[in-house]
């Protein structure tokens, strides 16, 4: 039986704690391999926000300068990409493959609910919200084990992600200053709220737990998923939105 999430779990690795390559192929083999899975999922997840961008948003944006955005936010994923594929290439894992893959055959960061968005004011919850969702996984790895991984966090990443989330919000906020256009934004949450909550993956995950034994780590899906609510619920409410029930204990269909 695999213990709870909200058991103690005993830390092995400090934040920073392997500090280079070297020190990575020293760690035990568990380590290395849980590692390098999570650092695949996020280097492949953000290809795949490249083509949300490029393949969905840019093609229902209402004017040339929302266009133009969408393409500075895919330059800013692909960026990401780059950044955390040298990672993984000073360890010997090539990703370059990932290049060639349509967003189908990507295994490891499926994503078909941006596949879904059909108008510019979901594609507004979607990157208030979903990039939210995001954040507070990217936000995990600032602190991660492996110092090289981390830095790039901390050097570009989760400022890039605060830009996404502030032009969703943007979006959003200006069309709830009217009636109709609020009552669209409302359309929109109550269709992907829980399908957002569900992206912060299982309740009960063994994998996070290995995450958080090693550092990789440091908050189980089921906190990050309550720090969202509390972030995120007041905000909705302030631009007379209505929060879609149940706003805690979603179960997550997905793992991560």
Same mark, same amino acid.
């Given at each position: 039986?695999?213990?709870?999430?909200?058991?103690?779990?005993?830390? /092995?690795?400090?934040?920073? %704690?392997?500090?280079?390559?070297?020190?990575?192929?020293?760690? @035990? =083999?568990?380590?290395? #391999? *849980?590692?390098?899975?999570?650092?695949?999922?996020?280097?492949?997840?953000?290809?795949?926000?490249?083509?949300?961008?490029?393949?969905?948003?840019?093609?229902?944006?209402?004017?040339?300068?929302?266009?133009?955005?969408?393409?500075?936010?895919?330059?800013?994923?692909?960026?990401?990409?780059?950044?955390?594929?040298?990672?993984?290439?000073? /360890?010997?894992?090539?990703? %370059?493959?990932?290049?060639?893959?349509?967003?189908?055959?990507? @295994? =490891?960061?499926?994503? #078909? *609910?941006?596949?879904?968005?059909?108008?510019?004011?979901?594609?507004?919850?979607?990157?208030?919200?979903?990039?939210?969702?995001?954040?507070?996984?990217?936000?995990?790895?600032?602190?991660?084990?492996?110092?090289?991984?981390?830095?790039?966090?901390?050097?570009?990443?989760?400022?890039?992600?605060?830009?996404?989330?502030?032009?969703?919000?943007?979006?959003?906020?200006?069309?709830?200053?009217?009636?109709?256009?609020?009552?669209?934004?409302?359309?929109?949450?109550?269709?992907?709220?829980?399908?957002?909550?569900?992206?912060?993956?299982?309740?009960?995950?063994?994998?996070?737990?290995?995450?958080?034994?090693?550092?990789?780590?440091?908050?189980?899906?089921?906190?990050?998923?309550?720090?969202?609510?509390?972030?995120?619920?007041?905000?909705?409410?302030?631009?007379?939105?209505?929060?879609?029930?149940?706003?805690?204990?979603?179960?997550?269909?997905?793992?991560?």
């Amino acid at each position: 039986m695999q213990p709870s999430s909200n058991a103690p779990v005993e830390v /092995l690795a400090k934040p920073g %704690s392997v500090k280079s390559p070297e020190d990575f192929q020293k760690m @035990p =083999l568990e380590y290395r #391999e *849980l590692a390098i899975h999570l650092m695949k999922v996020h280097t492949e997840g953000e290809l795949t926000g490249a083509d949300d961008y490029t393949q969905v948003f840019y093609n229902i944006a209402p004017n040339a300068y929302e266009k133009l955005v969408c393409c500075e936010r895919a330059a800013e994923e692909i960026e990401h990409y780059q950044l955390s594929a040298k990672v993984l290439s000073d /360890l010997g894992v090539d990703t %370059s493959y990932m290049l060639a893959q349509n967003y189908l055959q990507r @295994p =490891l960061y499926a994503n #078909e *609910l941006v596949r879904g968005v059909k108008t510019w004011m979901e594609r507004g919850i979607f990157s208030f919200l979903g990039e939210a969702v995001v954040l507070e996984h990217l936000q995990e790895f600032v602190d991660s084990s492996y110092a090289p991984f981390a830095e790039i966090f901390t050097r570009q990443i989760i400022s890039d992600e605060h830009t996404h989330i502030a032009h969703g919000y943007r979006i959003i906020h200006e069309a709830c200053q009217t009636e109709s256009g609020r009552a669209e934004v409302q359309q929109a949450l109550d269709r992907f709220w829980p399908h957002l909550l569900k992206l912060f993956g299982r309740a009960e995950s063994p994998r996070t737990l290995q995450y958080i034994k090693w550092g990789l780590r440091k908050t189980s899906n089921d906190e990050l998923r309550q720090k969202f609510l509390n972030k995120t619920v007041p905000r909705l409410q302030v631009l007379g939105l209505k929060v879609p029930e149940p706003v805690r204990g979603d179960a997550a269909l997905v793992e991560v």
